[in-house]
């Protein structure tokens, strides 16, 4: 576990013309701030009441921009996020105070942004600067209303509204919302195209304090999980980043709030009650209990609260003399965050799949090792990996030949082969055993002597004599010895079975296959192989003969190095365009070749994304007059006065025309912007190849024009293949006959002039987007219910 450290608290006091200069004040360092109040008079001369207070505090944002702001609060704790700390910001204070401005920002303006958006596009362009590192990126999004739970991304066709409600479960790995819908973003715009769906789906009212204030406490949780690629650790790290937007605490007497909005407000003071319970009791090191449970906000909070995460709270106040008690409520909070502590540590979990493929690899770079102290210590190959079916056919065969005396003794390799041996003298006796007994039951009949039913009958036969002793038995056991013929006796047995051993390996050098069972097959297969390569050594060697004898009257083929045909040197080396021409149609040839290819591809590109270009802007000029007509309409209806049918507005056919016109329109520019920014997306790769097959051409030719015009003829030698000199580490200026032509000029000016601020490209699409879908589900829902009508 990590160092335990305090909760960071922060205030930004919201930009006003009245601000109260006579009673807040703030500290030279911009960490403390005073508030005074003037005596109430009318509680007459002896008044004890409180009239000063300070607070200390990390830091105040006072007149501070969007970017001031990021980079004070919450920098430092994302960037800590992708080495697996988790992190939480929480925006607290009272309704209309700034925290959704400070948290999301303005969504129409890129530079008025919010902490949120600033957090995912630091997220992403921190995992462009770690390729060493697979990231993977997950985004949430949940509203918490009236004490309820809601999925702000249910909206999105593949999620769905859920069946069953949410619920906040607790695991040994923390705490986490079930039902809750997780969402993998793989670049930035999908980010950006998440929370703008969220956005348009939380729930805001109006009242006096504030136009547009939030009824709902709003959690975005970004999952980061960083696997490593240059490392084979098992280990990787996951982290979660809470950005939490709380609902304003109001005082219904300022706010005018009834009906549903004084329900609402009932239940959001409410929660930041048991929210600031929670936070007297984190910072109360006497207390065994924290009241986590008393509300959602507090128990999905749990981990963030006093658990192993970086937690940074930042309160949002007026600076109005009006608003002086709501304001010394908000500091007296961030005061009491400071007490508590949190304890951070990075969350390290296993890979079990990389962990076999690492103990896979431990155990090989044992072999390894093993055989490299086999080999210092002089000792035969020893194989470590477990015996196949052919070893374990040789042990066996091995210890027969032991047993029978034809082996002096069985050469000891290692532990596994010891075990194998003891195995294969167990499988022996067994076998033995069995063979011994299968055969005296085809020759004799075995008698039990606890079987008396048995005896008496053989007694009867004259088999067994009156001392209850069977004929021939000398030895007292339990059966009778006969004469066996002379050729099963005991002595000549291993013999017959050495000799048909013999001819068992003896047919199989004639069929030139030896059996996996035989150990002595086994050894003739290996010689045969070893025999296989001197027969083909003689056949290598007649063969130079042969070419000997056919050398002297056919001659070596162009390509042979040894012989190759070189053109007398010039005195002086040629101009580098004319040698330049020369190699291109001769040593350079292919690769001049796949760069005019490449060449070509790239041009055509070039031309269909210029042409798409021009279909992109007629559709856009033509948006624009559709637009410029609907209007039109629209002012025309609105002169006449509008028709109303069941609340519905009614327009003539010629503007729902146009309404569909302009809807296909931009279908047709999003499909025509898409295949743009795809051709873009193939220009790049071509241009790379071109750049790439460019430069190997300038190398190519760089090395044969010193090779051919500058080394002396006597260092040609050493230029061959297999010397000492590698052919291109003679140096020489860079060649520039092969220039860039007009069109990567003017690509290259056209990079240079993009805008200051192309990270906000992804920004606007996703809200263009958003902004799309839900224009045309508005448009498609009126359109239904004018059908229906």
């Known amino acids: 576990m990590g160092t335990r450290k305090k909760v960071h608290a922060f205030v930004r006091v919201k930009p006003t013309d009245d601000f109260a200069h006579e009673m807040i004040k703030y500290g030279d360092d911009n960490k403390s701030i005073d508030i005074h109040l003037k005596k109430d008079l009318q509680s007459g001369v002896v008044n004890n009441k409180q009239t000063d207070w300070s607070f200390k505090l990390d830091g105040v944002l006072h007149n501070a921009s969007q970017d001031l702001v990021y980079e004070t609060v919450a920098k430092d704790l994302v960037a800590q996020a992708l080495d697996g700390y988790n992190g939480t910001i929480m925006c607290y204070g009272q309704t209309g105070a700034g ?15 919010g902490i949120l ?40 066709p593949y999620v769905g509204p859920s069946v069953t409600p949410m619920t906040i479960v607790e695991n040994p790995q923390g705490v986490f919302i079930k039902g809750l819908s997780v969402h993998l973003t793989n670049q930035e715009e999908d980010a950006f195209s998440l929370l703008f769906e969220g956005e348009t789906n939380r729930i805001i009212a109006s009242h006096t304090m504030n136009k547009n204030s ?27 980043i809470n950005l939490v937007d709380l609902a304003g605490s109001e005082r219904l007497g300022k706010s005018g709030s009834e009906g549903r909005m004084l329900k609402e407000a009932t239940y959001i ?23 986590f449970r008393q509300s959602k906000l507090t128990h999905a909070l749990k981990d963030s609260l006093g658990g192993n995460c ?15 008690e709501e304001t010394l409520s908000s500091l007296r909070f961030a005061s009491r965050m400071k007490l508590v502590t949190t304890e951070p540590a ?7 799949e990389r962990m076999v493929k690492n103990l896979e690899k431990e155990l090989a770079l044992l072999k390894q090792e093993l055989a490299i102290h086999d080999s210092l210590a ?11 079916e052919i070893q374990i056919a040789e042990i066996n065969s091995q210890v027969r030949r032991y047993l029978e005396g034809t082996l002096d003794e069985i050469d000891i390799i290692n532990l596994r082969q010891i075990q194998e041996v003891f195995n294969q003298f167990r499988v022996v006796l067994s076998q033995q055993e069995q063979e011994v007994e299968s055969t005296l039951r085809r020759k004799y009949t075995l008698i039990d002597k606890n079987d008396f039913a048995a005896i008496s009958a053989v007694q009867k036969a004259g088999l067994m004599d009156v001392d209850g002793h069977l004929v021939g038995e000398t030895d007292g056991q339990s059966f009778g010895l006969g004469v066996m013929p002379f050729s099963t006796k005991p002595g000549k047995k291993p013999k017959s079975r050495k000799m048909f051993k013999e001819q068992l390996s003896s047919s199989g050098r004639k069929e030139g296959a ?8 086994l050894e003739v297969s290996i010689s045969k192989t070893q025999a296989t390569p001197s027969s083909k050594e003689g056949d290598v060697k007649d063969l130079p003969l042969r070419d000997r004898e056919t050398s002297s009257t056919e001659p070596l083929p162009l390509d042979s190095p040894k012989e190759e045909w070189r053109p007398p040197r010039p005195s002086t080396p040629p101009p580098k365009p004319v040698a330049f021409e020369d190699f291109k149609n001769e040593r350079g040839s292919e690769i001049n070749r796949i760069f005019k290819e490449n060449k070509s591809i790239l041009n055509e590109r070039r031309k269909r994304a210029s042409e798409t270009t021009q279909r992109i802007n007629a559709i856009k000029r033509e948006m624009d007059l559709t637009k410029e007509a609907l209007n039109f309409q629209k002012s025309i209806r609105e002169k006449q006065g509008e028709y109303e049918n069941k609340g519905l507005m009614i327009i003539d056919e010629e503007e729902f025309l146009l309404i569909l016109k302009l809807k296909d329109l931009k279908k047709q520019y999003r499909a025509e912007y898409q295949d743009l920014r795809d051709l873009r997306a193939e220009i790049q790769y071509c241009q790379h190849l071109v750049d790439q097959c460019r430069h190997r051409l300038l190398t190519e030719f760089d090395i044969w024009y010193n090779e051919s015009f500058f080394i002396p003829e006597d260092m040609q030698v050493s230029l061959k293949p297999g010397s000492s000199i590698r052919p291109g580490m003679v140096p020489v200026s860079r060649l520039v006959s092969l220039g860039e032509d007009d069109q990567d000029k003017f690509n290259q000016l056209q990079q240079r002039m993009l805008p200051e601020g192309p990270d906000s490209i992804s920004f606007y699409n996703a809200k263009v987007k958003t902004e799309q879908k839900r224009n045309y589900l508005k448009t498609m829902m009126g359109l239904q219910q004018a059908h229906r009508k």
């Open 99 to 113: 925290k959704t401005y400070t948290m999301t920002g303005a969504t129409e303006n890129y530079k008025h942004r």
């Open 378 to 388: 002089n000792r035969t190959l020893v194989n470590y990996d477990p015996m196949d």
């Open 214 to 240: 939030s009824r709902s406490h709003c959690i975005f949780t970004i999952y980061v999980e960083a696997h490593s690629r240059t490392l084979s650790d098992e280990k990787y790290v996951t982290s979660k």
């Open 310 to 324: 970086n937690m940074v709270l930042l309160t949002n106040i007026y600076g109005e003399a009006a608003q002086l």
């Open 269 to 291: 003071n409410k929660s930041l009650s048991f929210l600031e319970q929670a936070i007297i009791a984190l910072g109360d090191q006497k207390r065994d209990h924290i009241p």
């Open 346 to 352: 990075i969350n390290e979990k296993y890979d079990a």
């Open 514 to 521: 030896g059996s996996p069972v035989s150990g002595k097959d």
């Open 117 to 156: 958006p600033r957090a995912l596009q630091q997220v992403f362009r921190m995992i462009k600067e770690r390729p060493t590192h697979a990231i993977t990126v997950r985004v949430s999004y949940l509203e918490i209303y009236n004490e309820s739970l809601f999925d702000l991304l249910s909206t999105l």
